[in-house]
Nanobody, 118 residues
């Protein structure tokens, strides 16, 4: 079945950087647009960025210029490089395939927690 395993989160000071990784299994990401979402405490899960099969990237306004999504189809991995982190980036980050404006799969991984201190 489809599974996602996210890693790379942690505690970082404002202005710092983290690189998140997502290992997908149960399907080949090469045929899917892939995405990162995040869920801050007390808020709904929200889209952060997605990358098409051709490598075209799209970011929400708050992530533009600071985050970079990438993919390695051979390893079935997706990455999110996060720079210039802000306290408002504090959240649990998840990956999923992306289609028609929403997450493709109902199953989510455990996520990876990012905490940015001021």
């Amino acid at each position: 079945q489809v599974q996602f395993v996210e890693s790379g989160g942690g505690l970082v000071q404002a202005g710092g950087s983290l690189r998140l990784s997502c290992a997908a299994s149960g399907f080949a990401i090469s045929s899917s647009t892939m995405s990162w979402y995040r869920q801050a405490p007390g808020k709904q899960r929200e889209l952060v960025a997605f990358i098409s099969t051709l490598g075209n990237t799209t970011y929400v306004h708050s992530a533009k210029g600071r985050f970079s999504i990438s993919r390695d189809n051979a390893k079935n991995m997706v990455y999110l490089q996060m720079n210039s982190l802000k306290p408002e980036d504090t959240a649990v980050y998840y990956c999923n395939a992306y289609t028609l404006g929403r997450a493709r799969y109902a199953s989510w991984g455990q996520g990876t927690r990012v905490t940015v201190s001021s």
